[in-house]
């Protein structure tokens, strides 16, 4: 199984402030990743999917970035409703891994 | 719009199965795959499976095999999940979620509760 290092576990932002999250896969997943916001007590939702690919809806201050095992995940200018944890996942063997998560709190 | 509606919460005896269902709308049902996530308590996000409902074809993460089965209605574009022998570590948020290869959209959960 793939595994995937997400860090850090959790996050403290101003509003304005850009943030940086990462993971790290056991091996390369061929930019196979995909992030995901989710908010207490809601599903999950998409955000970018192969790396850096912004889903419809997803704003710009949105980004990712990487290749080969290591990824990154950005969000510039934070805004009170960033606010959640966010998730990777590799898609590009199965079994399918998330990361551990990064819960983005304010500062 | 997409969207899986997902069957309501359970609470369920130890030992026993349930059933849940995805009723998914706003697509074509067979052109999508249809994932499965466990979410523990406070924990993260666990991959379960994945059924292909055009050719009922399904994948199983290996620590589930035995314990989740995945099944699609392709009359009624519902995708189903059992899960069976139910203990406490079975007390969770299921999702559904739809997508070629990564989860495009999800539905909105289903709280499994494990008690006698």
């Known amino acids: 199984d793939i595994q995937m290092t997400q860090s850090p576990p959790s996050l403290s932002a101003s509003l304005g402030d850009k943030v940086t999250i990462t993971c790290q896969a056991s091996?390369?997943?061929?930019?196979?990743i995909a992030w995901y916001q989710q908010k207490p007590g809601k599903a999950p939702r998409q955000l970018i999917r192969?790396?850096?690919t912004l889903v419809s809806g997803t704003p710009s201050r949105f980004s990712g970035s990487g290749s080969g095992r290591d990824y990154s995940f950005s969000i510039s200018n934070v805004e009170s409703e960033d606010i959640a944890s966010y998730y990777c996942?590799?898609?590009?063997?199965?079994?399918?891994?998330f990361g551990a998560g990064t819960k983005l709190e304010l500062k | 719009e997409v969207k899986l509606q997902q069957s309501g919460d359970e609470l369920v005896r130890p030992g026993a199965s349930v059933k849940m269902s995805c009723k998914a709308s706003?697509?074509?049902?067979?052109?999508?795959?249809m994932h499965w996530v466990k979410q523990s308590p406070g924990q993260g996000l666990e991959w379960i499976g994945t059924i292909i409902p055009l050719i009922d074809t399904t994948s199983y993460n290996q620590k589930f095999k035995g314990k989740a089965t995945l099944t699609a209605d392709k009359s009624s574009n519902t995708a189903y999940m059992e899960l069976s022998r139910l203990t406490s570590e079975d007390s969770a948020v299921y999702y559904c979620?739809?997508?070629?290869?990564?989860?495009?959209?999800w539905g909105q959960g289903v709280m499994v509760t494990v008690s006698s």
């Open positions: 706003g697509y074509t049902f067979t052109d999508y795959a």
């Open positions: 979620a739809m997508g070629q290869l990564d989860f495009d959209y």
């Open positions: 091996q390369n997943i061929n930019k196979y």
């Open positions: 192969y790396t850096s």
């Open positions: 996942l590799q898609y590009d063997n199965l079994p399918y891994t």
